[in-house]
């Protein structure tokens, strides 16, 4: 029996028995009302609503201290003896590893299909509103985290929602906490492994053998499909086992690398098609309030919009927190406000970069798509770029492999604190893990399993309603933590003793329990 038909087998069983499961739940996460001629999932309107609550509550964060975020990132900042892993850059680069990917360059194609040019006004609003999402999740990611002996960090919403819930509402807070924190423990690992990892070492390969001659190619067979998925696990399992610290060394080299090298080829069609820039404008933002795409109307084209950006940068699903928690500080807002600069950099830069490239281009394929008819996707975004560099299939190629390594490295530190968090932190417990989420490389470049991964969209936008609940909850901290973070801010740019003032608050200091 060939591996092939094995493979075909496998598939096939594992859909037949999933499937079910995968649509009920998909029905239910994914409901969607008829609005105005199109459908708006519910799972969308609780993201964005979510956004605009925190935007309000904030007053404007994302705005009025993106300035400040930037001089975090850079350092400025910093405090010696801080406990944590990595520095405010690498945990940021980490974090973005984890959503920058096929999303930005595929889904955004399908937005501007479906929902026209006007889609791309949208997917900015929604972008500029999980920034506030994301800094109130991350500053209680980095509040309520565990410092171990060892001096690993453990943080996401399987700490702060049993800590912090406890903290306002006491024992009964407490076991409500644990039960939501298995929870979200259990729904990131069954995301992690699917759709963090089996998915993007699928499409990688898939994209990978386009460019090698299709099936009939070097890569098209099944022993280089074998062959690639082995190469991406050794890669995985190698920086894996270093922790986190491995991992933001390389995401801190990969993310710009990958982001530089999309953004410079953007740029060069963009700038041969300079003329054209004011008029693609002038149609995003008209098209925003006067849409032509297959989703009629003003709310088809802001609903594609939200949804793509909603999807792409993941604020409020719980993930990030993950990442953001093992950075050296003693300021959990100070992370916080690092953290919203990520929904900037994937929504509002990358993707937006994107659809501006397709709409100046203006490629045949996307023509079709807006039509109804035709391809999609990635097709589109290549064809965008084909039209100025023949050659960029290659480099798209590049591109989708660093998203993909870098996407599949985050989402496996994802995972493992999950699975530490239901199975335990011995060594052998991590080893076992770590394994696992190896292997799951290897089939990546095998299996589709796609009634899994629609599964696994489906268990983390669940996770996104149990999350934002919690945020909501715990704000207030959110809150004493921006203030006591701002404080501190005050005193060193006026060169007074910081020390004191952290003396003061020091009740306000993150959770540190050593295991």
């Given at each position: 029996?060939s591996?092939?038909?094995?493979?075909?087998?496998?598939?096939?069983?594992?859909?037949?028995?999933?499937?079910?499961?995968?649509?009920?739940?998909?029905?239910?996460?994914?409901?969607?009302?008829?609005?105005?001629?199109?459908?708006?999932?519910l799972?969308?309107?609780?993201?964005?609503?979510?956004?605009?609550?925190?935007?309000?509550?904030?007053?404007?964060?994302?705005?009025?201290?993106?300035?400040?975020?930037?001089?975090?990132?850079?350092?400025?900042?910093?405090?010696?003896?801080?406990?944590?892993?990595?520095?405010?850059?690498?945990?940021?680069?980490?974090?973005?590893?984890?959503?920058?990917?096929?999303?930005?360059?595929?889904?955004?194609?399908?937005?501007?299909?479906?929902?026209?040019?006007?889609?791309?006004?949208?997917?900015?609003?929604?972008?500029?509103?999980?920034?506030?999402?994301?800094?109130?999740?991350?500053?209680?990611?980095?509040?309520?985290?565990?410092?171990?002996?060892?001096?690993?960090?453990?943080?996401?919403?399987?700490?702060?929602?049993?800590?912090?819930?406890?903290?306002?509402?006491?024992?009964?807070?407490?076991?409500?906490?644990?039960?939501?924190?298995?929870?979200?423990?259990?729904?990131i690992?069954?995301?992690?492994?699917?759709?963090?990892?089996?998915?993007?070492?699928?499409?990688?390969?898939?994209?990978?053998?386009?460019?090698?001659?299709?099936?009939?190619?070097?890569?098209?067979?099944?022993?280089?499909?074998?062959?690639?998925?082995?190469?991406?696990?050794?890669?995985?399992?190698?920086?894996?086992?270093?922790?986190?610290?491995?991992?933001?060394?390389?995401?801190?080299?990969?993310v710009?690398?990958?982001?530089?090298?999309?953004?410079?080829?953007?740029?060069?069609?963009?700038?041969?098609?300079?003329s054209?820039?004011?008029?693609?404008?002038?149609?995003?933002?008209?098209?925003?309030?006067?849409?032509?795409?297959?989703?009629?109307?003003?709310?088809?084209?802001?609903?594609?919009?939200f949804?793509?950006?909603?999807?792409s940068?993941?604020?409020?699903?719980?993930?990030?927190?993950?990442?953001?928690?093992?950075?050296?500080?003693?300021?959990?807002?100070?992370?916080?406000?690092?953290?919203?600069?990520?929904?900037?950099?994937?929504?509002?830069?990358?993707?937006?970069?994107?659809?501006?490239?397709?709409?100046?281009?203006?490629?045949?394929?996307w023509g079709?798509?807006?039509?109804?008819e035709?391809?999609?996707?990635?097709?589109?975004?290549?064809?965008?770029?084909?039209?100025?560099?023949?050659?960029?299939?290659?480099?798209?190629?590049?591109?989708?492999?660093?998203?993909?390594?870098?996407?599949?490295?985050?989402?496996?530190?994802?995972?493992?604190?999950?699975?530490?968090?239901?199975?335990?932190?011995?060594?052998?417990?991590?080893?076992?893990?770590?394994?696992?989420?190896?292997?799951?490389?290897?089939?990546?470049?095998?299996?589709?399993?796609?009634?899994?991964?629609?599964?696994?969209?489906?268990?983390?936008?669940?996770?996104?309603?149990?999350?934002?609940?919690?945020?909501y909850?715990?704000?207030?901290?959110?809150?004493?933590?921006?203030?006591?973070?701002?404080?501190?801010v005050?005193?060193?740019?006026?060169?007074?003793?910081?020390?004191?003032?952290?003396?003061?608050?020091?009740?306000?200091?993150?959770?540190?329990?050593?295991?």
């Amino acid at each position: 029996m060939s591996l092939d038909t094995i493979t075909t087998s496998v598939d096939e069983a594992v859909s037949g028995f999933f499937e079910p499961i995968a649509k009920w739940l998909g029905d239910i996460v994914f409901y969607s009302v008829p609005v105005a001629g199109t459908q708006l999932p519910l799972i969308v309107a609780w993201l964005v609503v979510a956004g605009l609550v925190f935007s309000g509550w904030f007053g404007l964060v994302q705005i009025r201290k993106f300035r400040l975020a930037v001089n975090v990132v850079r350092g400025k900042y910093d405090e010696k003896g801080s406990a944590g892993e990595v520095n405010h850059f690498q945990a940021l680069t980490a974090a973005v590893s984890g959503t920058v990917g096929l999303g930005n360059i595929a889904g955004v194609a399908v937005a501007v299909s479906i929902g026209g040019p006007g889609a791309t006004f949208w997917m900015i609003l929604c972008g500029l509103l999980g920034m506030a999402t994301k800094f109130v999740e991350v500053t209680l990611g980095v509040k309520y985290r565990e410092v171990h002996a060892d001096g690993t960090v453990s943080g996401g919403p399987m700490h702060y929602l049993p800590k912090g819930l406890a903290d306002r509402f006491g024992a009964k807070g407490l076991k409500l906490g644990k039960v939501l924190g298995v929870l979200a423990s259990a729904m990131i690992l069954f995301f992690g492994l699917f759709g963090g990892n089996l998915f993007q070492v699928n499409q990688s390969y898939a994209q990978l053998v386009s460019v090698t001659g299709g099936e009939s190619g070097m890569m098209g067979s099944s022993a280089g499909a074998l062959f690639f998925g082995i190469l991406i696990a050794a890669i995985v399992g190698v920086v894996l086992l270093g922790g986190i610290r491995s991992i933001a060394s390389v995401t801190s080299k990969l993310v710009p690398a990958m982001a530089g090298i999309y953004i410079a080829a953007c740029l060069v069609v963009i700038l041969v098609n300079v003329s054209a820039v004011p008029t693609a404008i002038s149609s995003i933002i008209e098209g925003a309030f006067n849409p032509e795409g297959v989703a009629g109307g003003v709310l088809g084209a802001l609903i594609v919009g939200f949804k793509r950006a909603a999807f792409s940068n993941e604020a409020g699903l719980g993930s990030a927190p993950i990442a953001h928690s093992a950075v050296k500080t003693k300021h959990p807002a100070s992370e916080g406000l690092v953290a919203l600069l990520e929904p900037f950099i994937d929504t509002v830069v990358i993707c937006t970069m994107t659809a501006l490239t397709i709409v100046i281009a203006n490629p045949a394929s996307w023509g079709e798509a807006r039509k109804g008819e035709g391809v999609g996707g990635v097709t589109i975004t290549s064809d965008a770029f084909g039209t100025v560099l023949p050659w960029f299939p290659y480099i798209l190629t590049i591109a989708v492999m660093l998203f993909a390594i870098s996407t599949v490295l985050t989402w496996g530190y994802y995972c493992m604190k999950a699975w530490t968090h239901l199975f335990g932190r011995s060594r052998a417990s991590e080893l076992t893990f770590k394994v696992f989420y190896t292997l799951f490389a290897v089939a990546g470049s095998l299996l589709t399993l796609q009634t899994l991964i629609d599964m696994a969209d489906a268990v983390l936008f669940m996770l996104a309603v149990i999350n934002i609940i919690g945020l909501y909850l715990l704000a207030p901290v959110v809150k004493r933590e921006l203030n006591n973070f701002l404080e501190f801010v005050r005193r060193r740019d006026a060169g007074l003793d910081t020390d004191t003032a952290a003396d003061e608050d020091e009740d306000q200091e993150p959770v540190k329990t050593t295991v």
